[in-house]
């Protein structure tokens, strides 16, 4: 069974930075997508950053206009694991972070890792 598990959320002052981690386990393919969404009470969940790879189209990544420039998306191909550096962090940014993978086909989602950001 295919698990994502996020690390690195957390309480941050304006203007800080925070990175969060994603690792899936039980799998033993690798993911050619992967991406942070994210997500506030009362609102639909929305993309950060994204990711895909294809050894015919290469790599791609998307970022929302919003933290472009301020969020930075990696990834470990090898270890199935997906990065998320955020910079400048300001009080917007406050969400539940989720990590999200495409499997063989199939999404995963991670349990969410909460990140405020306040003085």
């Known amino acids: 069974q295919v698990q994502l598990v996020e690390s690195g959320g957390g309480f941050v002052q304006p203007g800080g930075s925070l990175r969060l981690s994603c690792v899936a386990s039980?799998?033993?393919?690798?993911?050619?997508?992967m991406g942070w969404y994210r997500q506030v009470p009362g609102k639909q969940r929305e993309m950060v950053a994204i990711?895909?790879?294809?050894?015919?189209?290469?790599?791609?990544?998307n970022y929302a206009d919003s933290v472009k420039g301020r969020f930075t998306i990696s990834r470990d191909s090898a270890e199935n694991t997906v990065y998320l550096q955020m910079n400048s962090l300001k009080r917007e940014d406050t969400a539940v972070y989720y990590c999200y993978m495409v499997i063989r086909g199939r999404n995963y989602w991670g349990q969410g890792t909460q990140v405020t950001v306040s003085s």
């Open positions: 039980g799998s033993m393919f690798s993911s050619n997508v």
């Open positions: 990711t895909t790879s294809g050894s015919t189209s290469g790599s791609t990544t």
